[in-house]
């Protein structure tokens, strides 16, 4: 890697610079129109297309190689497919196959779609009918999370008017609607959006993709390849009049990119410039990997018009803005007792005049309302809140603490162990408040929480052992030693430092293995499908820690890690969301190549004769306490977890 490449992203202006620019604006007359792609939804619940486009790849994989699923011994295979660019073929199992380029190629002739996203999207729903319904299955219950509820602050104080993107979900509405006090205009359709005023001071968002409502979305083939034609005169006129800001979109569409390069042309047309945001983390250094290659075209044909900005996320980028443009939170969230349901409806009816004539089955209704707001908030959800808050700090000194060289490294990861710690201590104080038995949702969150901060602590506490993860020469992780070192470092340790680490490991694999067999998990209720998806992969981590730690041997490992690794594995297999994130985490995590070795094993032989069946590995859920046995062990963590790095 060349010192120019290292230089030229280091070099980018960030988010103070696009922070700066905005704040040049008039009050209450917005000079820049937001664009929004997949990337702003992703903290929302929404998938990026990457990830998508990883688990249609993984499914194309097994299709061309006729195996049943994705096996660890596969992984090797499937990145040599997936980037291979010679030879038309390669073996698999001793079956063979087309590599990835070449059958890319021949089906891009053949499909005529234009982008890899488009091409695999086809290919898994090939009609329109079931691509509209896995559209509506994702945008499904997300809800706007931190960076859309800012921008529904900054709408609300007139730093932005229009918003445009290639999203199907409502989140833009759904936070500038909840958190602004403002109805934004929503144009999906190309009959719709002809009528829109531009220049009105109301918000509109601009959607030219279409709405996961509607059958009229575009996703494959000559759907993406132009926009309407009202849809592409309104994004001009939005240009004509505003800069643009691109936050989260790779530019991968012919529709979109076509004008934007037909504006950069043009006299009059993005007159204030495009702006484009892209993610770095600040470890990766070669902008090619980082930039879209679209974008570098752009930039280097019109220098003065098209800027790069290195910003490290959609949530942290609104964040940014709101906090340097001085833009108050919502009222929601700064009173939220003054603006709750019954109080939102007992205004309207007021300013009504209507309330002397409600009808009286509703008036009781408002009575409930009104009674319930004069009891405390629920006390378990304040502490699993609490709890939640803990283990997100306790993550945060985790990481620094394992990249960190200097002493400040130690500090970090103590700090994480007593985080960690703090927030399995407030789950198990919210098992205790509820007068009735715990609902299965909330005993699924303490389970959740408490299985990820216990193997928390073991993951702090094994790099308190091993020290720092490689680096290179430039000092960046050396990513491609870091799955060596998770899983071969020498770790010194003594029998009661293993007992210590196994007692947490082994604790959280027992909450995962109760929380799995309740009925919510067994049903994977889409309500609580984040927590199911969370106690697998705790679990999946617990046992990968016991392998690490020498706690059993893989083939005398018995019945219950086994049912349960191949039970967990399977559900992030099949999870079409983020299952596909999470498995690659698992992998280069600690244990994680000896997991994925485990797993492969276990699923290639049966059970010991005369050993439990996976039935009896399912143990019946408790009846109102969700904590594990082994809770004394659980209750000293702090102490026993700080023993363990001495």
């Known amino acids: 890697m060349s010192a120019a490449k290292i230089n030229l992203m280091s070099a980018l202006p960030g988010v103070a610079t696009l922070v700066e620019m905005v704040r040049q604006m008039p009050g209450g007359d917005p000079r820049f129109a937001l664009f929004l792609g997949a990337g ?13 486009i990883d688990g249609w790849r993984r499914a194309v994989f097994c299709d061309l190689f006729r195996l049943e699923r994705m096996r660890p011994e596969h992984e090797a295979a499937y990145g040599q497919w997936k980037s291979s660019e010679r030879g038309d ?31 695999l999207f086809s290919r898994i729903f090939p009609d329109r009918e079931s691509r509209q319904g896995f559209i509506e299955k994702l945008c499904d219950g997300a809800e706007p999370c931190a960076g859309y509820v ?106 979109v990119m076509d004008p934007i390069r037909s504006m950069l042309t043009r006299p009059g047309y993005l007159g204030h410039g495009l702006h484009w945001g892209v993610y770095w983390d600040g470890e990766e250094q070669d902008p090619e990997k980082v930039i879209p290659e679209e974008v570098r075209v752009l930039q280097r044909h019109y220098p003065e018009h098209v800027h790069v900005y290195a910003l490290r996320s959609f949530d942290e980028t609104m964040g940014a ?19 709750s349901g019954y109080q939102r409806l007992r205004r309207a009816i007021d300013n009504a005049d209507q309330g002397w004539r409600l009808e009286k089955g509703f008036r009781e209704l408002l009575s409930r309302f009104r009674d319930a707001e004069d009891n405390p908030p629920d006390a378990v959800a304040q502490q699993l809140d609490k709890a939640d808050a803990d283990h997100a700090a306790g993550n945060e000194h985790k990481s620094i603490g394992k990249v960190e060289l200097d002493k400040s490294r130690t500090v970090s990861l103590e700090k994480a162990i007593d985080l960690f710690s703090a927030a399995d201590q407030k789950c198990l104080a919210a098992s205790t408040m ?62 009661e430092q293993t007992k210590h680490f196994t007692d947490f490991a082994t604790s959280a694999f027992d909450l995962c293995r109760d929380a799995w067999s309740w009925p919510h998990t067994q049903r994977f209720d889409p309500a609580v499908a984040g927590h199911t998806r969370s106690v697998a992969v705790n679990g999946l981590l617990a046992i990968a820690y016991l392998l690490r730690a020498g706690h059993f041997r893989v083939d005398a490992a018995d019945a219950r890690y086994r049912v349960c690794a191949i039970a967990w594995f399977d559900h992030l297999q099949r999870d079409r969301t983020f299952g596909s994130e999470f498995l690659g985490e698992l992998r280069n995590d600690i244990g994680g190549q000896l997991l994925m070795v485990a797993i492969d094993t ?45």
């Open 321 to 339: 803005l709101a906090r340097g443009l001085g833009v108050a939170p919502p009222d929601e969230l700064l009173h939220p007792e003054r603006l």
């Open 40 to 52: 702003a939804s992703t903290s929302s619940g929404i998938p990026a297309a990457s990830t998508l």
């Open 89 to 119: 073929s390669m073996m698999v199992d001793k079956k063979p196959g087309p590599n990835y380029s070449a059958w890319r190629t021949l089906r891009e002739q053949e499909d005529r779609q234009p982008g890899e996203y488009a091409l």
């Open 434 to 495: 509820a007068d009735s038995p715990l609902s299965e949702e909330n005993r699924l969150w303490i389970a959740r929480r408490r299985s990820g901060a216990l193997t928390g602590v073991c993951e702090a506490s094994y790099f308190l052992q091993v020290g720092p993860a490689p680096r290179d020469a430039d000092g960046k992780i050396d990513e491609s030693q870091r799955a060596v070192y998770h899983n071969t470092s020498e770790w010194k340790r003594t029998s």
């Open 602 to 646: 276990w699923a290639r032989e049966p059970l010991p004769e005369g050993g439990p069946s996976p039935e009896d590995a399912t143990p019946s859920p408790p009846v109102t306490d969700p904590a594990p046995t082994a809770t004394s062990t659980v209750s000293s963590g702090q102490k026993k977890a700080k023993a363990s790095k001495n």
């Open 150 to 255: 800012y921008l529904a602050s900054l709408v609300r104080d007139g730093y932005f008017r229009t918003i445009l993107t290639t999203n199907f979900d409502d989140l833009v509405h759904d936070a500038i609607f909840r958190y602004s006090g403002k109805k934004p205009v929503v144009c999906a359709f190309d009959s719709q959006v002809a009528t829109v005023r531009m220049v009105s001071p109301r918000p509109k968002v601009i959607k030219l993709h279409g709405d996961f409502l509607y059958s009229s979305i575009r996703n494959v083939g000559g759907e993406v390849a132009r926009l309407d034609i009202n849809m592409r005169d309104k994004f001009e006129q939005t240009c004509a009049n505003y800069g643009l800001i691109v936050l989260g979109y790779s530019g991968g569409d012919r529709s």
